[in-house]
């Protein structure tokens, strides 16, 4: 294990958590919109984009918690064996993770992200085509996902469910919703949570 520096990541809490939301912004607006013109060569419906890219962004973040848990665990036994302070023990683990986050292998967490998909009845894709197309959108939201769960208090997406009453604070309604209706017919991003309050909003389709 490299060495690490105490207090690291307490201390840099506040300029993470806000590089972080700016570039979870980013990845909206940029390779979310990227994604979606990638996919539209293989398909012309619109509405099967939308949730391809939402439930990657679901599956990535999923992946990356978990990914996040296990290094926790590792990096945890490991530090314990010659820990004597004076931070915590939980303190120095997580500034060795802040320090080391480029040992986070996302290409396994990418891998875990396609094959869930591959497998989820709410979407489907032309046989020949796999959803290794998005790689690029797949990695940067584990990446960013995995960071996140760095941060105090940590970061996560809203759960979101087809057919759930729409939330104004929650989510921004898509150009081509019906404005009157009330449901969630599908969702196009999620929104970004702390402690249970929106910080960002997401993007829904409400139709009737």
């Not at 990227?34 to 012309?44: H, N, V």
């Not at 314990?80 to 320090?99: C, K, Q």
């Not at 489907?124 to 208090?153: G, K, W, Y």
């Amino acid at each position: 294990l490299r060495s690490c520096s105490p207090g690291r990541a307490r201390r840099t809490n506040a300029s993470r958590r806000a590089r972080l939301v700016a570039r979870f912004g980013d990845i909206y607006a940029q390779e979310r919109l990227d994604a979606e013109t990638l996919l539209r060569t293989y398909t012309s419906d619109m509405e099967m984009v939308q949730r391809i890219i939402y439930i990657a962004a679901v599956e990535s973040f999923h992946a990356a918690k978990m990914a996040y848990r296990q290094f926790k665990i590792l990096v945890r036994e490991t530090l314990s064996l010659g820990h004597t302070g004076p931070e915590s023990l939980e303190d120095t683990v997580l500034d060795y993770i802040v320090r080391h986050e480029d040992l986070y292998d996302v290409q396994a967490s990418v891998n875990e992200v396609i094959r869930s998909m591959n497998i989820n009845p709410k979407i489907s894709f032309p046989p020949e085509i796999d959803f290794i197309v998005i790689s690029t959108l797949i990695r940067e939201l584990c990446r960013v996902a995995f960071s996140m769960q760095t941060l105090l208090p940590p970061l996560d997406i809203a759960f979101g469910t087809d057919g759930e009453l729409f939330s104004e604070n929650k989510y921004h309604r898509s150009f081509d919703s019906d404005f009157t209706a009330a449901l969630v017919a599908y969702h196009v991003w999620p929104a970004l949570m702390e402690d249970d309050i929106v910080i960002v909003k997401g993007e829904a389709v409400t139709k009737r």
